[in-house]
T-cell receptor, first 115, second 115 residues
């Protein structure tokens, strides 16, 4: 199994530009989670999906952030427009059901730098 | 809802020292419990998990954790640490009694091993 695949690994963009982060969950996993990690705020859950349906997006910091899961094998997290304070590592994780019975498998993350 | 506390934010040890990292959850009962490790520049990886049975759980790389129901604790231990154990360690637990639920992460403990 290839694990959870995220792209790109690194992204540097200018303030105001649109950024799209991508995630491919493990085949057969039906839940997907987007996290953001910074030194200041630690690990934050942004949004999660179950069977491609968004369940809880209360962690999305602002309307500039949006996430979609058009099918079971792909999800995107979009920031438009991006700001320097969005600089962070963004992780995607997947699991069977919601994860309490199995745990999560994390992708390698996307390191986003907004200048 | 269930919450998880990691009281040690930063721990510094010398190689060969014994390790114990604290993890407490807010209320008792039957819970699933997890420890994750994040090595520098990497993603979170599952270290060990407890679902039921023997309260002493063995994980990878010589780590173990003990579920003590009366103390609402799931502390992580290793008898002799190595420099390569330098990482951040996260305890995680589902937010409620429902085992078909997401898991929530503690704020993490940064472990630094001096060579």
């Amino acid at each position: 199994d290839a694990g959870v695949i995220q792209s790109p690994r690194h992204e540097v963009t200018e303030m105001g530009q649109e950024v799209t982060l991508r995630c491919k969950p493990i085949s057969g996993h039906n839940s997907l989670f987007w996290y953001r990690q910074t030194m200041m705020r630690g690990l934050e859950l942004l949004i999660y999906f179950n069977n491609n349906v968004p369940i809880d997006d209360s962690g999305m910091p602002e309307d500039r952030f949006s996430a979609k899961m058009p099918n079971a094998s792909f999800s995107t997290l979009k920031i438009q427009p991006s700001e320097p304070r969005d600089s962070a590592v963004y992780f995607c994780a997947s699991s069977l059901d919601l994860g309490a019975g199995y745990g999560y498998t994390f992708g390698s993350g996307t390191r986003l730098t907004v200048v | 809802a269930q919450s998880v506390s990691q009281h040690n934010h930063h721990v510094i040890l010398s190689e060969a020292a014994s390790l114990e990292l604290g993890c407490n959850y807010s209320y008792g009962g039957t819970v699933n419990l997890f420890w994750y490790v994040q090595y520098p520049g990497q993603h979170l990886q599952l270290l060990l998990k407890y679902f039921s049975g023997d309260p002493l759980v063995k994980g990878i790389k010589g780590f173990e954790a003990e579920f003590i129901k009366s103390k609402f604790s799931f502390n992580l231990r290793k008898p002799s640490v190595q420099w390569s154990d330098t990482a951040e360690y996260f305890c995680a637990v589902p937010p409620g009694w429902n085992r078909d639920d997401k898991i929530i992460f503690g704020k993490g403990t940064r472990l630094h091993i001096l060579p």
